[in-house]
């Protein structure tokens, strides 16, 4: 398609659509319009049916079995490992870890780094827009080493004030933890400035990036950060599998995060020895179809090409920008000049979750709520807002029926 710009981009949206068995269902009695991305992306055939194989013909345990049915599925589980790593061109595969999600990512590298490098009085630096998942753990870890939390402030765009940065690193600053895009505003941060600038007094820096893997090419040697988790959910793949990235030096000092089957070399009752990472750090049986589901989602996405992925997205974006800032009395949450296709918004007078229900009457999934960050809520004095998070099967007709949806919310519950 062409889009305004007169850019092509690669994106057939009737095969697309087609793709996504979801997006044929009817919500109470009308077309289902999934703006709920940000909360879990839809899946793909491709993916459904790479689970189904793996039930249906392939289902054994891997790393263990000297049997057929092992030895294949081991072998597409760690090619599936390859594929991730290179999508993130991460320079091993042994840096490529598989987790349950970006959260349990975000705990590993929280407990692993914490128990070594964490002392009485040491600060660990946030940003004021973290999902909840990227303050608890430190929050854990700091009440356990009493250490401190320090944050990053925002502007009232939902931009990061890296004025301030210079200031809140102290040499007692030992890790620098933040999101890649904003779950809530959208907002894309500076990130590659942000390690560079961390780096040079040798902090090293976690990147939450559960709302960039879907949206962006992730680089994680240009970026240069220290660690990178995301989850497969996100990017149209399974539940309940997620990836940590972390550098060889990180991954070779850290200990077990668990105790378990598969992350040994040899085990006595009075010492166990450890495998080398990945392995020291996938304790038990994983999520098999899971990993091979994730790197399934990842060719997917590679087929359509991340970059007209973008340049669609931020047509949409746009298109949905234009339409909802007409709208009286509606006010957008997050106006960055670096955005995702994320928008938050709040109608004067009316409760979010009045307009979430309304809308779903409709057919329309919206998020509502504080989206897991309540410190930004708190920051934009608010309760929550109203989140429509796009994808690339996502139309300007379905941003049309969602714009006349919201007006149709406010003139019932004024
Ligand atoms: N970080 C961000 C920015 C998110 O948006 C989310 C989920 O919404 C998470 C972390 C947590 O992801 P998960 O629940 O898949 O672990």
Redesign the pocket.
């Known amino acids: 398609m062409t889009t305004e710009t007169g850019t092509i981009v690669n994106i057939d949206l009737k095969k697309i659509r087609e793709d996504f068995p979801i997006l044929k269902k009817q919500v109470n009695g009308k077309p289902l319009i999934y703006f709920d991305n940000?909360?879990t992306a839809q899946k793909p055939k491709a993916v459904i049916e790479a689970i189904t194989k793996y039930y249906s013909e392939q289902n054994s345990n891997i790393h263990r079995g000297v049997h057929t049915l092992s030895r294949e599925i081991t072998v597409e589980y760690e090619h599936a490992r390859e594929k991730i790593q290179k999508h993130i061109n991460a320079r091993y595969v042994h840096e490529i870890i598989f987790t349950?999600?970006?959260?349990?990512g975000?705990n590993l590298v929280a407990h692993c780094f914490g128990k070594l490098y964490i002392q009485e009085g040491d600060e660990i630096l946030l940003t004021e827009m973290?999902?909840h998942?990227?303050i608890i753990p430190w929050q854990l870890l700091c009440e356990e080493k009493k250490a401190k939390l320090k944050v990053i402030p925002i502007n009232d765009k939902g931009e990061l004030i890296l004025d301030e940065l210079d200031q809140l690193i102290s040499s007692k600053t030992k890790l620098i933890a933040l999101?890649h895009?904003?779950?809530t505003l959208g907002t894309i941060n500076p990130v590659k400035a942000i390690v560079a600038k961390a780096h040079r007094k040798n902090i090293p820096v976690l990147v939450?990036g559960?709302?960039a893997i879907p949206h962006t090419k992730v680089d994680v040697r240009d970026l240069d950060c220290d660690f990178y988790v995301f989850?497969g959910?996100?990017v149209f793949g399974p539940t309940g599998v997620?990836i940590l990235y972390g550098k060889e030096k990180w991954l070779n000092a850290f200990p077990p995060y668990q105790g378990g089957g598969g992350i040994i070399k040899t085990v006595t009752f009075e010492k166990t020895e450890y495998a080398e990472s990945p392995l020291k750090f996938e304790a038990g049986t994983p999520h098999i179809e899971g990993g091979i589901g994730l790197a399934v989602a990842l060719d997917y996405i590679n087929e359509i090409g991340l970059e007209h992925i973008h340049i669609y997205e931020t047509e949409l974006l746009q298109y949905a920008t234009n339409q909802l800032t007409a709208i009286p009395g509606l006010r957008i949450i997050g106006t960055a000049k670096e955005k995702a296709s994320v928008i938050s918004f709040i109608v004067e007078g009316i409760h979010p979750f009045d307009m979430g229900l309304i809308l779903d009457k409709l057919g329309i999934a919206v998020r509502t709520g504080h989206?897991?960050t309540q410190p930004l809520m708190q920051h934009f004095g608010i309760p929550g807002t109203i989140r429509a998070s796009f994808a690339f099967y996502n139309t300007k007709e379905e941003i049309d029926v969602f714009t006349e949806g919201i007006k149709k919310a406010i003139s019932m519950l004024r």
Do not use: F, L, R, V
């Open positions: 940000g909360a349950k999600g970006t959260t349990d975000i973290e999902h998942s990227n999101t895009i904003s779950n939450d559960a709302q989850s959910h996100k997620g989206h897991c």
